[in-house]
């Protein structure tokens, strides 16, 4: 069974696809995370959106709070978007969902704010282009990884890091691009060395512990 952990479309290519639904999304995928994105907070509308996705976030085919999380690139003044990343690891925590995790040059930042609030639920940070370094530190929080479209580029360091994380702290996506997962799959399991179907069954069975479920 191939599963995309974090898409903008549902693309029909995957056994599960868990589609990032965006504030304004009216269709309903069959699986979704519903969070608030750094790049597009907005001072005036984001408690209205909290309010929203407090509501979204028990819905059963809802099974992550994100993408949400941290930016050091994007304009969004950072003070505010740590506050918004914290209501909504409160949210994960209060409803017991994972998060799927956006970060861009805020590592340390990101484990103090899931430290400080007394995080408990399983953390993916996605499209995991980082170093070595940052990927041992985040191993040791025990979050996971979401690798994409940076695995095709050219000892990236994603390429680098989904060989040093394990395979228990993995899963795999396309996220905004229009790339078969399939194809993600095919590179993983050429990085790795070992046949596609063990990495198959390995994310199989990440999923159903990180989302508490039987496939
Ligand atoms: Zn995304």
Same mark, same amino acid.
């Given at each position: 069974?191939? /599963?995309?952990? #974090?898409t903008?479309?549902?693309?029909y290519?995957?056994?599960? @696809?868990?589609?990032?639904?965006?504030?304004?999304?009216? $269709? *309903?995928?069959n699986?979704?995370?519903?969070? +608030?994105?750094?790049? #597009?907070?907005?001072?005036?509308?984001?408690?209205?959106q909290l309010?929203?996705l !407090? /509501?979204?976030?028990h819905?059963?085919?809802?099974?992550?709070? %994100?993408e949400?999380?941290?930016?050091k &690139?994007?304009k969004?003044?950072?003070?505010?978007?740590?506050e918004?990343f914290?209501e909504? &690891? !409160? =949210?994960?925590? @209060?409803?017991? !969902?994972?998060?799927?995790? #956006?970060?861009?040059?805020?590592?340390?930042?990101?484990?103090?704010? +899931?430290?400080?609030n007394?995080?408990?639920?399983?953390v =993916?940070?996605?499209?995991?282009n980082?170093?070595?370094? &940052?990927?041992r $530190?985040? $191993?040791?929080?025990?979050y996971?990884?979401?690798? %994409?479209k940076a695995l095709l %580029?050219?000892?990236?360091?994603?390429?680098?890091?989904?060989? =040093?994380?394990?395979? *228990?702290?993995?899963?795999l996506?396309?996220?905004?691009?229009?790339?078969? /997962? !399939?194809?993600?799959?095919?590179?993983?399991a050429e990085? +790795?060395g /070992?046949? @596609?179907?063990i990495?198959?069954?390995?994310?199989?069975?990440n999923? @159903?512990? $990180?989302f508490?479920?039987?496939?």
């Open positions: 069974m191939f /599963i995309n952990i #974090h903008h479309f549902q693309l290519d995957a056994n599960i @696809e868990l589609v990032n639904l965006n504030m304004d999304s009216t $269709v *309903k995928a699986h979704y995370s519903y969070g +608030l994105h750094p790049w #597009h907070l907005d001072k005036t509308t984001y408690e209205e309010a929203k !407090k /509501i979204v976030a819905e059963k085919r809802c099974l992550a709070i %994100g949400c999380g941290l930016d &690139i994007s969004t003044d950072f003070d505010f978007q740590t918004v914290i909504q &690891i !409160k =949210i994960a925590n @209060e409803i017991n !969902k994972p998060l799927i995790v #956006h970060c861009v040059k805020a590592f340390n930042e990101l484990i103090n704010c +899931l430290n400080l007394d995080n408990t639920v399983p =993916i940070v996605h499209g995991y980082n170093n070595d370094n &940052i990927a $530190v985040l $191993v040791n929080q025990g996971y990884f979401s690798f %994409g %580029g050219y000892e990236s360091n994603a390429a680098k890091a989904i060989r =040093i994380v394990g395979r *228990k702290n993995f899963f996506e396309t996220d905004d691009s229009d790339l078969s /997962i !399939k194809y993600i799959y095919k590179k993983a990085l +790795l /070992i046949d @596609e179907e990495i198959k069954q390995q994310i199989q069975s999923f @159903e512990t $990180v508490k479920t039987t496939l």
